[in-house]
T-cell receptor, first 112, second 114 residues
């Protein structure tokens, strides 16, 4: 399995600002993924981050709002831009390893 | 795109009894079906998965069955224990867990009554 860490674990932000979430994997992985989970709800895929290429976004999510970086095989960032209260959620990264997918602990974001 | 339905949303069982959670999927091309356990304040933990070329898989007290014709799969937990209390999510993907993003069901809150 893979051990995945995220920073920050939680944050409270003002509307109109941006927050960058970091995701670190303890193994080299080709595919990393970013999900959103609203409190008490299911997980929704935001985008797939393949090292060396542009991230692929799911319907309803755009690069200007959620820019993603994937500089190497163990690290990725997700930025939540120009935040509004509707962006309050848990953001999770995951990594594909040995044909399985493992999740980080999540970043709990509250936008005031 | 893929749609995953999960039932029930809440399941309460007596400690020692069995629990069954069921999911259906819409895309017949999906070939990977993992189950995750999520405890409060934590990320989802992979507990078992099954691929389309297998009908059943078991790991100690946990088993998963897959019916490709009917497009449904189920999680079975036997001899339930208090530590099994959590939210369980089923998911599906086209290309395997490592290559593709997952489509999740809405989750089942499993409560183990002492």
């Amino acid at each position: 399995s893979a051990v995945i860490s995220q920073k920050p674990s939680r944050d409270i932000c003002q509307r109109g600002t941006s927050l960058t979430i970091q995701c670190q994997v303890d193994s080299q992985v080709t595919m990393m993924f970013w999900y959103r989970q609203q409190p008490g709800q299911s997980l929704t895929l935001i985008a797939t981050a393949n090292q060396g290429s542009e991230a692929t976004y799911e319907s309803g999510f755009v690069i200007d709002k959620f820019p993603i970086s994937r500089p190497n095989l163990t690290f990725s960032t997700l930025t939540v831009s120009n935040m509004s209260p509707e962006d309050s959620s848990i953001y999770l990264c995951s990594a594909g390893l040995a044909d399985e997918q493992f999740f980080g602990p999540g970043t709990r974001l509250t936008v005031l | 795109g893929e749609n995953v339905e999960q039932h029930p949303s809440t399941l309460s069982v007596q400690e020692g009894d069995s629990a069954v959670i069921k999911c259906t999927y819409s895309d017949s091309a999906s070939n990977y079906f993992p189950w995750y356990k999520q405890e409060l304040g934590k990320g989802p933990q992979l507990i078992i998965d099954i691929r389309s070329n297998v009908g059943e898989k078991k790991d100690q007290r946990i088993a998963v069955t897959l019916n490709k014709t009917a497009k449904h799969f189920s999680l079975h937990i036997t001899e339930t224990q208090p530590e099994d209390s959590a939210v369980y999510f089923c998911a599906a993907s086209l290309g395997g867990g490592g290559a593709d993003g997952l489509t999740f069901g809405k989750g089942t809150h499993l409560i183990i009554q002492p």
